[in-house]
């Protein structure tokens, strides 16, 4: 009788955290030699494929497999200290499922918009996240008044940790908004990236939408192309999409595919919280 295999790890369609990971070093070498091993979704071992590039290679050995780990890592020279750095921080947040052939290299969302409680219960009334409530209180919260301010503060604070603290995303100049449905440059979205370019001292580039204002998004409806939005600049290296909600991924998907078209190399998105259903 055949030995059952359990699964290292069950992917969520929407987005993942880094469940876990491991260092295993030779010591006593001349030179240092280092395994890593993850258990996360492909989406989040690709981040440590990018970061590191030829300096490692893909392994299934038997640590692997006894660990019941879903990726494994060899670094024959060593491990760069950033790897570590990476990997407790996307134990943190979540990093977005992608389509297949998707434009965005990888996107992430600090958290869920809600809470789910019971089964059954309609999402209109789930509560929200500690960051579902930020992104709530600044974007919704009529007026100036003090809970709005400080929401949109709290909210600066955590993008800014976040690009500081990713490697990737750490190193790219630019910062790219995604054009809210007005199209007027003065989305919520939008806004918060111009607050976060000028705290990281980053560029701001505006993304312009060229068919005006935009339909609300809806279940079922089609995802925007990237026909629709424009790059009014032309690109160099990697770039970071900044936006405050994922739904499904398509709009920052469309201004990823233009971000490339202006000469971006590799596109990176953020959000403050994704929501709970697909789309």
Known sequence: MGRTVIPAYFPDSRANKLLDYQVWE?????????WLYLKGSNEVARQFEVLNGNSCYS????????????????FPQGM???NNRMANLLKEVLTMTLVRNASIDCAIA????????EAGTQSEKWDNTETG??????????????????????????????????????QCETIITVPGHNADGASFGETMAQE???????????????HGPRPQAKSGSESPSAEQFH??????????????????GGTMN????????AGASRVFGVAAVRTMKRN
Request: hydrophobic share 40%; net charge positive.
């Open 26 to 34: 030779v010591t006593g070498n001349a030179t240092p030699d280092n």
């Open 133 to 170: 409530e930020l992104v709530h209180r600044g974007k919704y919260y009529k007026g100036v008044s003090r809970a709005k301010e400080m929401a949109r503060a709290a909210l600066s604070e955590k993008y800014l940790l976040f690009v500081q603290r990713h490697p990737l995303y750490a």
């Open 231 to 248: 790059i009014p600049i032309s690109l160099a290296g990697d770039v970071i999409i900044l936006d405050d909600v994922y739904k499904s």
């Open 254 to 261: 469309a201004v990823a595919e233009a971000a490339k078209r």
């Open 59 to 74: 392994i299934k050995d038997r640590q692997m497999r006894s660990g019941n780990w879903s990726h494994g890592y060899h």
């Open 80 to 82: 760069n200290f950033k």
């Open 110 to 117: 600090f958290d869920w918009y809600k809470i789910p409680p």
């Open 196 to 210: 976060v370019a000028d705290l990281a001292d980053k560029e701001l580039v505006l993304t312009k939408s060229l």
